[in-house]
């Protein structure tokens, strides 16, 4: 990035946050800085592991993947570290069970996610196979070299190896799902991998087992549409309609990267992510018998937190980010753990979002209790009490981003004409009300906006919170 003042290249400082680094390509996820990058994370690895290390190296469809992988594998085949090389497009839970499969040492993941198309980014996955914890990616940045550093001669140095992970990825799911049932149950299924890393995986497993699947956006396009890969409400609306063409019984969506999940009931209605991960909580316990736990972000919706106390199920809240929901997956603490942003995984899984196992999950359900989702979240609404969460953003001027970081480092006592009766602090500033609603207030760490999570026990009392929540910002 050149000095606008004087004309000097400046360097990029490469920060890992909650899912590694992301940036948009040509300004600075430039090939100089994926070297210093990958570089940065060679020298953690060998740091780990001075002798005989693999890494696993794969990426999403985006624009020059297989350019940045070729980069990440020189690189480190020029440190001594084996490159596990995956050829196609794969899904980043995939690439995590990979890890776990093959016993390597890491993996390096060219994914931007749900992020538009002119952004890329690197993840990186440690040996279990999860994201990557802060004081890793704290070391990796430490190791990141200011300047782009040279190749040292590759003679003498490891191979690529060549690694399709799809056969054992698919194999696990066939373990963690039951696909026979919904063949059995005549379940109709639509699926979205919008134009994403999941085309292949998630149809493939159904239709192998005989299940009426159809596809939409099943092919390569770097530009996934001219817009996000988000599995969101708003961008769904093919699926909705080869759904009406099908009479399908549900539509499953996955991200760029198939972390994240968008499901669509029968009669086109989307079900937001806090309501899927909250049935299929209820449904592994009734399904499976699991009842070691429950794992849900801070800013999650509190029908899991009701749920839990339904089933007698210890409930673990965690700050944003899936990476602390893994560790809990790795000790065997929950059946479940989800995030409202779309990310969830299972007990015995990979500590890793996964999107594909989330939409083959919510299948197995509807064809197990032969109801439609809408259904199924009324009759558990009437079990434990409803719940209506929403998400908002608001961007902030200097002047009052600055004042209200300073009003959330005060504890309010009442709010909304309520008094607080809990104030949580693992991420942001929650405030849980007398009446069982909450609002949780993030600051964006990139960009100058203010994240509100907002959960009341109706549609009405939503909608006045909400604009309580937005006044308490401005006021």
């Known amino acids: 990035m050149p000095n606008p003042v004087i004309g000097i290249p400046m360097t990029t400082q490469i920060k890992f946050g909650t899912s590694g680094w992301r940036a948009v390509m040509a300004e600075e996820f430039t090939f100089a800085n994926v070297r210093r990058a990958v570089h940065g994370i060679a020298r953690y690895v060998k740091s780990q592991k001075p002798q005989g290390a693999r890494v696993v190296v794969g990426r999403d469809p985006r624009f020059l993947g297989e350019t940045f992988c070729s980069i990440a594998s020189e690189i480190l085949a020029s440190n001594g570290i084996t490159p596990l090389v995956i050829g196609e497009a794969a899904p980043t839970p995939a690439i995590s069970y990979a890890v776990m499969h093959e016993k390597a040492d890491g993996a390096i993941n060219f994914t931007a996610s749900h992020n538009p198309p002119e952004y890329n980014g690197i993840k990186f996955s440690t040996p279990d196979g999860a994201p990557a914890l802060p004081e890793v990616t704290k070391q990796i940045e430490k190791e990141i070299p200011d300047d782009e550093p040279s190749i040292p001669d590759s003679k003498g140095k490891p191979s690529a190896q060549s690694l399709d992970p799809k056969p054992a990825y698919l194999a696990r799911l066939r373990e963690a799902v039951d696909v026979a049932g919904i063949q059995k149950a005549g379940l109709r299924v639509v699926f979205d ?147 409202e942003s779309a990310g969830l995984s299972i007990r015995h899984h990979v500590p890793e979002k996964d999107g594909i196992l989330a939409g083959l999950l919510c299948c197995e359900m509807v064809a197990h209790r032969g109801k439609s989702l809408g259904r199924q979240l009324q009759e558990l609404f009437a079990k434990v009490g409803s719940f209506y969460p929403i998400r908002e953003n608001f961007r902030l001027t200097p002047e009052v981003k600055a004042k209200f970081t300073e009003k959330l480092r005060v504890d309010p006592t009442a709010f909304f004409g309520q008094q607080v009766s809990e104030v949580v602090r693992k991420d942001g500033l929650k405030l849980v009300l007398a009446n069982g609603s909450w609002v949780c207030y993030r600051l964006s760490g990139t960009e100058p906006v203010v994240r509100v999570y907002s959960e009341a026990p109706s549609a009405q009392e939503l909608q006045k919170l909400s604009a309580a929540a937005k006044q308490w910002i401005f006021e």
Not at 262 to 291: C, H, M
Not at 302 to 308: E, T
């Open 193 to 339: 991998p919008l134009w994403g890393a999941a085309r292949g995986y998630s149809d493939s497993i159904l239709r192998e087992a005989g299940v009426n699947v159809a596809t939409v956006h099943d092919y390569r396009d770097v530009l996934f549409g001219n817009h996000a890969p988000e599995p969101d409400d708003h961008l769904l609306e093919p699926l909705r309609e080869k759904m009406r063409e099908k009479k399908a019984h549900i539509g499953i969506a996955t991200d760029g990267d198939a972390d994240r999940f968008g499901i669509v009931d029968e009669d086109g209605t989307f079900l937001q992510p806090n309501y899927i991960i909250a049935l299929l909580f209820d449904y592994l316990v009734e399904s499976r018998g699991w009842k070691n736990g429950v794992a849900k972000s801070v800013a999650t919706t509190n029908f899991i937190n009701a749920l839990a106390r339904h089933h007698q199920v210890e409930l673990h809240e965690t700050p944003v980010g899936f990476k602390y929901i893994g560790e809990l997956i790795k000790q065997d603490k929950i059946a479940i753990g989800g995030e």
